[in-house]
């Protein structure tokens, strides 16, 4: 059976190790250390709870006994999706880095520049950083990573997930290029592996344990609900009252208002309970996380944040009161339990609509997961279609109603006298004035197409002047320019009476909505100074 002993490293990190009660290395940690001592790049897969950490963890302070570091100018990075893990991994260095001197700097947010920069000053042996705190101390031209000789990434394919790609990518071409390279994830999908093959040269590849899988030690079970939120938190409650074997539970939610609605109906039902999602701030969420170790709270009720590498042995049991979307979270979320060879015991509750998620984490581990009970089936009204809304929100009823066509006014205009009253639909757009007019026309223009009697013969009829019977028909008020044949038709050159250019003036400015003279368009060609009111009510001007 191989030891510690075994794998090469100094008598300081086996010392530490000893006191810290191992003795036998882990699958993962036998496969890693040897060539990471030997300096070679590695790329590890592994399940959750069987020591990654410590497969860098130990291999690095060993390298580093021999060296020092120097002002801004870190040795060793590490690099970690979220600040939980950064400091956790800070906590493993204090634990078995306790008989080397090294300078350990953390660098995360939520946390004081100026404390990080006073680290930073005194040289840091071991820098271990989320990606974007660290880019802002590098643009701040407070750190220089031309010293770096090893590069850890941790948890490589949640670096995906949260979009830290383009900024590992950023950090890389600033560190050497002969740097020690690490990757450690408990799965490994086929990006992380081609960004891998990317900053890899050569790597010594160690999968203990199929990849995405479970620990086995973890009993997984199902449980159906409704989707209805008060009837699932209820279902929730029943359950964790039946666990007898229950010391503390992690129960994970999807989003972060869940979390804070599911935290506060626990706190009024009398359960011992917290809160942990990415918007708290750090010394919140730090007090919180180290309250649910020391056993003053015991459930905690998180998002995602706390589903990755977060290091609490004794938790006995995890709720997912949502089913991920991602059938990886799944195995991140129950390796929060049965850690290091204890048994644990996972419960999903599950809707009708969920159904495609946990059909996705059964394929992804291979396996069936037993259900507690039946599949709950909605109540009627729960599948019951609800009233379609279109885009906007509003009704597909007033849509319908809204797409009715508008029936078109008719407008009927007399050319002259000679000719017949001509019906034609009128513009869609109109002042509320115009629409009235407009939808009483065509009552009106009716008889006069259908009769089409000449207007002599109407004059005689009515005994009328056939002069006044032959006012054209118009579907809108307009001002009938009285003013005789001959003299409309005058020459350009015709010096005309002050007083007419006045009231021409008048009459362009009504017809053209008030603008002054200055700016209006010149009369139609052939038509002299005037323009005839049956263009004028067409709309050809």
Known sequence: MTTFADLGLSQKVLS???DAGYTIPTPIQEGAIPPALERRDILGTAQTGTGKTASFVLPM???????????????????????????????NFEKYGKNHKLNVALLIGGVSFDDQNRKLERGADVLIATPGRLLDHCERGKLLMTGVEILVIDEADRMLDMGFIPDIERIVKLIPFTRQTLFFSATMPPEIQKLADRFLQNPARIETAKRSSAALTVTQRLVSCSGKDFEKRETLRDLIRAQTDLKNAIIFCNRKKDVADLFRSLERHGFSVGALHGDMDQRSRTNMLQGFKDNEITLLVASDVAARGLDIPDVSHVFNFDVPTHAEDYIHRIGRTGRAGRSGASFTLATRRESKYVDAIESLLGMKIEWLNEMVVPDAEDDKPKRGRGRGGKSTEKQEKKAEPVQAAVEAVAVDDNTEVKARPARARRSGKAKTEAAAAPAAAQPAAETAVPVAAMAANANEDPSAAAQPVVSAPVRIDETPVRERNRPANHQAAPHDHHANDDRHRQRRGGRDNSDREPSPVGFGDEIPAFMMVSGVI
């Open 16 to 18: 530490a190790v000893t």
């Open 61 to 91: 302070l060993t390298l580093l006994e021999n060296g020092r570091a120097r002002a801004r100018m870190p040795r060793t990075l590490i690099l970690e999706p979220t600040r939980e893990l950064a400091a956790q991994v800070a906590e």
